[in-house]
């Protein structure tokens, strides 16, 4: 499967963002789909992950939770970020990934994820 993130941008702490991952594929709702970040610098961490299969099971890293809502459209081929009161700690270059059912036991291990997408950049000014 091919993945392609858009949605980034610069903004402004206390705003929102909505990423995108297109991703190519007939069987694109079976797999678990994720969202992980880079920061400058920094090695890349795990932001949260969903199951498929129809089950949308979700699962957040602490520094996310009650801000960002991951979601899919298995009709559209698509997951989503939502990004609400954003930090300058959240700019990163945010990556979506596809894995198989790995993923769900281990989430936030990339290795799980055998198919990423180019990255798209986030970037919150104080």
């Known amino acids: 499967v091919q993945l392609q993130a858009s949605g980034g941008g610069l903004v402004q702490a206390g705003d929102s963002l909505r990423l995108s991952c297109a991703a190519s594929?007939?069987?694109?709702?079976?797999?678990?789909m994720g969202w992980f970040r880079q920061a400058p610098g920094k090695q890349r961490t795990f932001v949260v992950r969903i199951s498929g299969g129809g089950g949308d099971i979700t699962y957040y890293a602490d520094s996310v939770k009650g801000r960002f809502t991951i979601s899919r459209d298995n009709a559209e081929n698509t997951v989503y970020l939502q990004m609400n009161s954003l930090k300058p700690e959240d700019t990163a270059i945010y990556y979506c990934?596809?894995?198989?059912?790995?993923?769900?036991?281990?989430?936030?291990?990339?290795?799980?994820?055998?198919?990423w997408g180019q990255g798209t950049l986030v970037t919150i000014s104080s």
């Open positions: 990934a596809a894995g198989d059912i790995q993923a769900i036991l281990a989430p936030a291990d990339s290795r799980k994820y055998g198919f």
């Open positions: 594929g007939r069987i694109f709702s079976t797999y678990v």
